[in-house]
T-cell receptor, first 112, second 111 residues
Framework: DAMVIQNPRYQVTQFGKPVTLSCSQT?????MYWYQQKSSQAPKLLFH???????NEADTPDNFQSRRPNTSFCFLDIRSPGLGDAAMYLC???????????FGPGTRLLVL | QKEVEQDPGPLSVPEGAIVSLNCTYS??????FMWYRQYSRKGPELLMY????GNKEDGRFTAQVDKSSKYISLFIRDSQPSDSATYLC???????????FGKGTTLSVSS
């Protein structure tokens, strides 16, 4: 089945220790998104790629970076995680912008 | 005023009840409306989407859009315990580059 896969499902890191979250998709969609969702809050868009074009949301902290080496994979790098970065990180894809987004299961990040 | 407002609940109903979930939005230019369901510790999954005013039905689910009031609703008929989840309304921004989510309404259906 075509899908959006996120690894790992759970990630524990230490305060200040860089961490990378992974997303892959078999849908061959052009657009990939990263959202941050804190407990009982709506998902908040961090950035998205349209093909190789990177689009950062204005209020995304510099601590968050992303890479998309090819159509299938997209990575979220958190350079120096703080306690406030503990959240669920959701990857989503869509064929084009303005089209329905399909979400992966999320990676729950815990910062100690 | 936030762009999308949604009452977080929680909402508790007995099995078989009709459930009404609602969102309001502020920008009359929004054209496209979606409902996602999110089970605990899982990613959101698309339930329904609609482009226009009126009703759209899919099984036990009906999505309703009233553009004049800037109000969207999701109705669940014959609710089941498996419907227990958080329901998020989502509207693409005008550029179509992001989904603006409501905070989600947590629904619990008891058997």
């Amino acid at each position: 089945d075509a899908m959006v896969i996120q690894n790992p499902r759970y990630q524990v890191t230490q305060f200040g220790k860089p961490v990378t979250l992974s997303c892959s998709q078999t849908l061959n969609h052009n657009v990939m998104y990263w959202y941050q969702q804190k407990s009982s809050q709506a998902p908040k868009l961090l950035f998205h790629y349209y093909d190789k074009d990177f689009n950062n949301e204005a209020d995304t902290p510099d601590n968050f970076q992303s890479r998309r080496p090819n159509t299938s994979f997209c990575f979220l790098d958190i350079r120096s995680p703080g306690l406030g970065d503990a959240a669920m990180y959701l990857c989503a894809t869509s064929p084009r912008v303005q089209e329905t987004q399909y979400f992966g299961p999320g990676t729950r990040l815990l910062v100690l | 005023q936030k762009e999308v407002e949604q009452d977080p609940g929680p909402l508790s109903v007995p099995e078989g009840a009709i459930v009404s979930l609602n969102c309001t939005y502020s920008n009359s230019a929004f054209q496209y409306f979606m409902w996602y369901r999110q089970y605990s510790r899982k990613g959101p999954e698309l339930l329904m989407y609609t482009y226009s005013s009126g009703n759209k039905e899919d099984g036990r689910f009906t999505a309703q859009v009233d553009k004049s009031s800037k109000y969207i609703s999701l109705f669940i008929r014959d609710s089941q315990p498996s419907d227990s989840a958080t329901y998020l309304c989502a509207i693409p921004n005008q550029a179509g580059t992001a989904l603006i989510f409501g905070k989600g309404t947590t629904l619990s259906v008891s058997s």
